[in-house]
């Protein structure tokens, strides 16, 4: 299990545990039951980096504590 914190830029900070072979859709569904908004309005970021749905948290090398950014579309 990994915990991964999630900031909107907006005063919302979301921390997710998760597992490292999820998807970047499963992390998606897990922070859309924590704030509310549903997932597919959800957009993850780390600098200029979009991440696709599809793709594992593991092939996109996300550890343990890391920071996304949570951006709204």
């Known amino acids: ?3 991964i ?4 830029r907006l005063g919302k900070k979301i921390r ?3 597992n490292s072979d999820d998807t970047v859709g499963d992390l ?10 549903h997932w597919e309005k959800i957009v993850l970021k780390k600098w200029y980096t979009i991440y696709k749905d599809h793709i594992t ?17």
């Open 57 to 73: 948290l593991e092939d996109y090398e996300i550890h343990d504590g890391m920071n996304l950014e949570l951006y709204y579309q």
């Open 16 to 18: 997710v545990k998760c």
């Open 5 to 8: 914190t999630c900031n909107d």
């Open 28 to 37: 998606k569904k897990l922070i859309s039951a924590q704030t509310g908004t």
């Open 1 to 3: 299990m990994i915990e």
